[in-house]
């Protein structure tokens, strides 16, 4: 008769749970087998469910003989000799599996339970202790303080919540959770687990302090993607500075809120910026793949490419599959090769980002500085002649958002190389074509002929 209080009375009262536990582990187990031991299980597991019992073992030996290390192949083989009712067989088996996962709760049970049978009470009893700790929940918080002294936090939050669980009005597990989650930079998940603690405890000091302190930074975090929804990258920059200010000692908020400054300057075209605060970004995290493809996109636009190759490189080995890499660095070889050839932006002398207005009124300057007729000398005139040629058609592909897209994306519009189907280029003409064209117009002939003195 089991004495009251004894290890396997309380195990009684935990045990359908425990079986819930040992399918669990049984079927998440399967890993690291070749493929001649998996056929091997899998049928054997087929033929065990059938009823079928000699079969199954006779591929669970096979299993066995095929990886001697595969604790999987000994714990179906055990399972086989418990159902034909040769437990002395299987407690072989089960202990194998204990040895080589020590951790395999579902074998530890069933040989415990062996052992009981057999009237070893004390080897049967350690492995039902050892089985029975996983519901201790002081255990469960102990060795949570452990993974947090060796810095995995991680680890230490799946225990906390396992005991937060195993023990009623657990505040100070969701606490710790919480607080955990808040250093990882998840102020989502910190905030939703202080939430727990005040339902439980609505006047706990630490969680309400905490929960202030978390809810303010994860309206500010929130407002700042919205604005950056809306496109009002300033706005989003200066929220992501409060951020900083209001949690100045969590790295974790002062990296992420670097590379989202980097991104509202690189998208709001703002590149020297971008470069700087994106090198920031990676001086801390070299391998920050978001970081990389803005640094890229900044780069770009100060017609630097030989470094936004390297940064969408770079990005690429981190994530190959990534379509935004791969179209920014094919962008970006497609400029290098025509920054190597003609470029619109450095004949009239503009960044890339420069609006229309800017265009016209630099176009308008160059072409009254190199119109032919300004020059005697017959050399200089046709100097002048090419420049001013270079200079109508800067402004023909640059002032016509369709023709400066396909420039921008590294196809001169007016190159006949660059066209697929050929034609030549509209532009491929002597100055006598471009006799009587205004540039103090928009566009077209003039109505009247322009000279110098």
């Known amino acids: 008769m089991v004495a009251p209080g004894s290890v396997t009375s309380r195990l009684g009262s935990v045990f359908p749970f425990l079986?819930?536990?040992?399918?669990?582990?049984?079927e998440g187990a399967e890993c690291g087998v070749n493929a001649d031991v998996e056929k091997h299980l899998e049928l054997g597991k087929k033929l065990l469910a059938a009823g079928q019992l000699a079969d199954a073992l006779s591929q669970f030996h096979a299993a066995v003989d095929g990886d001697p290390d595969n604790y999987i192949a000994y714990y179906r083989r055990a399972t086989v000799f418990l159902a034909m009712g040769k437990s002395k067989a299987a407690l072989p088996d089960l202990t194998?599996?204990?040895?080589?996962?020590?951790?395999?709760?579902?074998?530890?049970?069933?040989r415990g339970h062996l052992l009981l049978k057999q009237g070893k009470l004390d080897e049967a009893e350690d492995d039902f202790k050892k089985v029975v700790c996983v519901w201790d929940a002081e255990l469960r918080e102990l060795r949570a303080e452990c993974f947090i002294k060796e810095g995995e936090p991680r680890k230490a939050i799946s225990d906390l919540k396992a005991a937060s669980k195993l023990k009623n009005d657990n505040t100070e597990a969701f606490y710790k959770i919480s607080t955990l989650?808040?250093?990882?930079?998840?102020?989502?998940l910190s905030l939703s687990e202080v939430r727990e603690c005040l339902k439980l405890d609505q006047d706990h000091k630490r969680c309400f302090a905490h929960y202030k302190q978390v809810k303010k930074l994860n309206k500010l975090i929130e407002s700042a993607e919205e604005l950056i929804r809306d496109g009002r990258y300033t706005d989003a920059t200066s929220k992501y500075e409060s951020v900083m200010k209001t949690e100045p000692s969590v790295s974790e908020y002062t990296i992420r809120s670097k590379e989202r400054i980097c991104h509202c300057f690189s998208k709001d075209e703002k590149p020297?910026?971008?470069?700087?605060?994106?090198?920031?970004?990676?001086?801390?995290?070299?391998?920050?793949?978001?970081?990389?493809?803005?640094?890229?996109?900044?780069?770009?636009?100060?017609?630097?490419?030989?470094?936004?190759?390297?940064?969408?490189?770079?990005?690429?080995?981190?994530?190959?599959?990534d379509q935004q890499?791969?179209?920014?660095?094919?962008?970006?070889?497609?400029?290098?090769?025509?920054?190597?050839?003609r470029?619109?932006?450095?004949?009239?002398?503009?960044?890339?980002n420069a609006k229309k207005q800017e265009i016209i009124k630099a176009y308008r300057k160059l072409a009254l500085q190199w119109h032919p007729d300004n020059f005697q000398n017959e050399e200089e005139k046709k100097k002048a002649e090419k420049k001013f040629i270079d200079i109508a058609a800067a402004k023909e592909v640059l002032s016509d958002p369709e023709m400066r897209?396909?420039?921008?994306?590294?196809?001169d519009p007016l190159d006949a190389e660059s066209q697929?189907?050929?034609?030549?280029?509209?532009?491929?003409?002597?100055?006598n074509s471009w006799q009587g064209f205004n540039p103090f117009s928009s566009g077209g002939p003039f109505r009247f002929k322009f000279h110098f003195n």
């Not at 194998?96 to 069933?110: G, P």
């Not at 989650?181 to 989502?188: A, N, R, T, V």
């Not at 890499?325 to 050839?341: C, N, P, T, V």
């Not at 897209?405 to 196809?411: A, L, N, Q, R, Y």
């Open 325 to 341: 890499i791969r179209e920014g660095l094919e962008k970006a070889q497609r400029l290098l090769k025509q920054s190597q050839k």
């Open 96 to 110: 194998k599996v204990i040895e080589l996962k020590m951790d395999f709760t579902a074998a530890r049970l069933q």
């Open 272 to 321: 020297v910026e971008a470069i700087r605060v994106c090198s920031e970004v990676l001086q801390m995290e070299p391998d920050n793949v978001n970081a990389l493809k803005d640094r890229a996109e900044a780069y770009l636009i100060e017609e630097m490419y030989d470094e936004a190759i390297q940064d969408y490189e770079t990005a690429q080995e981190h994530n190959e599959n």
């Open 420 to 431: 697929q189907g050929g034609g030549g280029s509209p532009f491929h003409r002597s100055w």
């Open 19 to 26: 079986l819930v536990l040992v399918d669990l582990q049984y």
């Open 405 to 411: 897209k396909k420039f921008d994306d590294g196809e």
């Open 181 to 188: 989650y808040y250093q990882l930079g998840d102020h989502e």
């Open 343 to 352: 470029d619109y932006y450095k004949i009239l002398g503009v960044k890339r």
